[in-house]
């Protein structure tokens, strides 16, 4: 039992970061109809350029209370300029070519971004400070630590906040109208270009924000920890029904249980048969099933095929 | 894994390769008294620190032997080193392989991983161009039939063993559990621990496996805690090594970490931080402050590059004199010369006496466990082959 509760807390944790990530995705899709694949890479420079930022600070002399706030600022920031420069270079201008063309436009991003860190940072693991306690706490015989329970609120947060941005500000208002129709949009009023630049902008800042949780939980930065990341998040997004808020929370926490799950009882349920070497595997076959049966995703409403 | 996100990988991985190619344009003129031995390694991705560190020795020691002036047949030799970067990427290391064949290399040190040197030396063999690798510890590696397959550094069939040896016989150990990397070298590592482990009467009360980019194992470790083993032997490489150490202690599982050579770096050590006292981890020869050639191998080094040496690099410095030596036998750079004296040429290099047995594996190769202590890598035995048995 005390196992069985352990690997739900590893699979939440997982999940809520995978929700963290795949929220970038799902709103950029919402509104869009484009995969942004560069997002992963966001997620990884939101990580570095706060771990930069902090030994810089520490450097100088900042006390440590305040290195991970300053950090975190600047690196929101920076990710918020990056998400903007990228719409507005390689989005923006393809906006109304094939889809085919932006989707290989977000692979190149994606590389340029990877390479790019590479450039600044080298192409080693970095050890990620603790700058969060890590003395784990017991929780009905689960050891969580608080950094894990700062992910968890956090992503909480996050999805709560956009929901209402979403749903209750005219600036949401404006988001909807886009995604539904970018043309009436644009006849009602609503400044289309700057509705998707600021999609953009959020989007990277909650990136830079799950990059910085993910390098804290798991103590280490490298310019390719965007790359899987992103992938799994983009499988979350359209688990739960891409394009949907909701969705990308539920899609991420089950995607993150079925992974822990998973690899945690395979091996025993089928006798060593499977091992937790099929981790991924049994993730993409709930994607698959899902998908089968919903074809929207879990929370995706059947909407008409984009243009 | 039929899913069309695994598809971008590989076309990263392609238009990657593509834009990589035409850069190292060939520079050494094709005099027939330059010689161009050729050298592969991941010298970028996560693997980088260990492949630019073979690269540095390797380097190092075609600098020492140009300066020293290898002459054959009254002939002057000007050695020429080709680096190429095989990404730790089997298809890379097979492209890397033709191009350093078309590049008329009279032999090369490479590849690092198992998975990239296995692959490549089907290339290499066809060529009749001896291999020399620094660092695959996979026993497939020679085990396939080419007689043109060698390396500096002992085999997965002698460091699991030693390891379990270790466990069995001086940590009294009764229940170990094991995880590996799903690669050639941490599958291989692994599952010849196991076996040694069994053999020795100790229990495997479970074995799970991960990749070589995950950073998450709280499932695997849970299920392991759950089975109460007192060591974990984990066969793969520091950048999933470190993490684990860090998890394992977050989890409560309070047990020593055990590995080789992937995760004796001081990498492992900086990313685990306090996690990572109590690591014991085998690696292949003597000590580096214990090898015959060591002191003045890392004074050199470290006077050049103002780095320290990581783990290979005395390796690849090794590979070019033996190298060299079976030349000088040979009275000839053909590498079909060359070849069958590389076997019969023993050479004491900086790791100690370089011979290799009939297969291309090195002869009497001892082992180092070492263990971390006070946040450094400590030598804690030496282990000597067929006593590990």
Redesign the interface.
């Known amino acids: 039992m005390e196992t069985f509760l352990q690997q739900i807390a590893n699979g939440l944790v997982l999940g809520a970061i995978y929700a963290l990530v795949a929220l970038g995705y799902t709103m950029v899709y919402g509104i869009l109809g484009l995969i942004n694949f560069a997002h992963g890479e966001v997620v990884m420079v939101g990580a570095l350029v706060t771990l930069a930022a902090i030994k810089a600070l520490a450097a100088a002399g900042v006390p440590g209370v305040a290195l991970l706030p300053l950090g975190l600022a600047l690196a929101m920031a920076v990710c918020m300029a990056l998400g903007a420069a990228v719409e507005r270079i390689a989005y923006r201008p393809l906006r109304n070519a094939p889809r085919l063309a932006p989707l290989i436009t977000a692979i190149g991003v994606s590389i340029v971004l990877q390479y790019g860190a590479v450039l600044i940072w080298g192409r080693g693991y970095h050890a990620y400070p603790e700058l969060l306690p890590t003395a784990p706490l017991d929780i009905f015989g689960a050891r969580v630590s608080p950094a894990q329970l700062i992910v968890m609120a956090v992503s909480a947060l996050i999805m709560a906040g956009l929901l209402w941005l979403v749903h209750r500000t005219r600036f949401g208002r404006a988001m909807r109208a886009t995604a539904e129709n970018p043309a009436v949009a644009r006849l009602m009023g609503v400044d289309v270009d700057r509705v998707i630049s600021l999609t953009f902008v959020i989007g990277s800042a909650l990136g830079a924000v799950a990059g910085v949780l993910v390098s804290i939980n798991y103590s280490v930065a490298h310019y390719q920890m965007g790359f899987i990341l992103g992938l799994k998040a983009f499988t979350a997004a359209v688990l739960g029904g891409i394009g949907n808020l909701a969705g990308a929370m539920v899609g991420g926490l089950l995607l993150g249980l079925i992974e822990a799950l998973g690899s945690g009882y395979v091996g025993d349920l089928t006798g060593g048969l499977f091992g937790s070497n099929y981790r991924d595997v049994f993730a993409f076959l709930v994607l698959v099933g899902v998908l089968i049966l919903r074809p929207a995703g879990l929370l995706g409403e059947r909407v008409a095929e984009r243009a | ?1 039929i ?1 069309g ?1 695994r598809l ?2 590989l ?2 991985a392609l ?2 390769g593509l834009a990589s190619c035409g850069r190292q344009e060939q520079t050494g003129t094709d005099s027939a008294d330059t010689v161009r031995i050729g050298m592969a390694a991941p010298l ?3 693997q ?2 260990i492949g630019l560190d073979i690269q540095r020795g390797t380097q190092l020691g075609v600098d020492d032997l140009n300066a020293q002036g290898l002459e054959i047949n009254g002939r002057k030799l000007k050695f020429e080193l080709l680096a190429e970067d095989d990404e730790a990427n089997p298809a890379k290391a097979t492209t890397v392989a033709q191009k350093l064949v078309d590049s008329k290399v009279a032999a090369v040190v490479g590849h690092f991983n198992s998975g990239a040197s296995i692959p490549a030396s089907k290339i290499y063999a066809d060529a009749g161009i001896p291999q020399i690798s620094p660092g695959s510890t996979s026993p497939r590696y020679t085990q396939q039939g080419y007689a043109t397959t060698f390396r500096v550094v002992a085999n997965d069939d002698q460091q699991g063993p030693a390891v379990a040896a270790f466990v069995a016989r001086n940590l009294k150990a009764r229940r170990v559990a094991v995880i590996d990397d ?1 690669t050639a070298y941490g599958q291989g590592l692994a599952s010849t621990f196991e076996t040694a482990v069994k053999a020795a009467g100790v229990e495997v009360v ?6 070589d ?4 194992f ?3 470790l ?2 392991i ?2 089975k109460q083993p007192e060591y974990l032997f984990f066969g793969g490489i ?2 999933q090594g ?2 684990m150490a ?2 394992m202690k ?3 599982l309070d047990v020593p970490l055990l590995g080789a050579d992937g995760i004796q770096t001081p ?1 492992f050590i ?4 306090s996690a990572a006292e109590g690591t014991y981890a085998a690696v292949p020869g003597l000590p580096k402050s214990q090898m015959p050639g060591g002191k003045a191998f890392l004074d050199k080094f470290q006077a050049r590059y103002h780095k320290q040496v990581e783990l290979f690099a005395p390796m690849g410095y090794d590979a070019v004199f033996v190298l060299a030596e079976a030349m000088k036998r040979a009275g000839s750079t053909d590498p079909a010369k060359v070849l069958p004296e590389l076997k019969k040429t023993r050479y004491d290099g900086v790791i100690g006496p370089v011979e290799f047995d009939d297969k291309g594996d090195l002869k009497n190769s001892p082992i180092t466990i070492n263990v971390v202590r006070n946040g450094k890598w400590e030598v804690q035995e030496v282990v000597v082959p067929g006593a590990a048995r």
């Open positions: 894994m899913s996100f971008i990988p076309a990263l238009a990657f970028t991705g996560p980088a620190d799903s479970a074995h799970e496996h991960t990749t980019r995950d950073t998450d709280a499932a695997i849970t299920n805690k759950a520091y950048s470190a993490p860090k998890q977050a989890l409560g990498k900086e990313v685990a931080g």
